[in-house]
């Protein structure tokens, strides 16, 4: 199993970033994909989820802010992240579920002022 994270970066507060992982080594695409959150000193955090069906799911973080996708239920997932916040900062990390937890290396995201 292979992920390629990208679109992490640094962003002003209030600013917006896409984040976008691919995973591939799977038979089928009917895995759960999520991203998971990071920072430095705290526990790792659900972020956004999405089953291979659509729907979605959002950690408390997340919740009217981003937007979690997975377009033609492949196995892609996609984050679209706005009005960032300091505390938003951390090593975004995919994650894929079938039968066990795989995971990628993360992308880093930096909110500024």
């Known amino acids: 199993v292979q992920f390629v994270e990208s679109g992490g970066g640094s962003v002003h507060f209030g600013g917006s970033l896409n984040l976008s992982c691919v995973v591939s080594?799977?038979?089928?695409?009917?895995?759960?994909m999520k991203w998971y959150r990071q920072a430095p000193g705290k526990e790792r955090e659900l972020v956004a989820g999405?089953?291979?069906?659509?729907?979605?799911f959002y950690g408390p973080s997340a919740k009217g802010r981003f937007t979690a996708s997975r377009p033609n239920n492949e196995n892609r997932l996609f984050l679209q992240m706005t009005s960032l916040k300091f505390e938003d900062t951390a090593e975004y990390i995919c994650?894929?579920?079938?039968?066990?937890?795989?995971w990628g290396r993360g992308t880093q995201v930096t909110v500024s002022s």
């Open positions: 999405v089953f291979d069906g659509g729907r979605t």
């Open positions: 994650n894929a579920y079938e039968y066990r937890d795989y």
């Open positions: 080594g799977f038979d089928s695409t009917g895995i759960l």
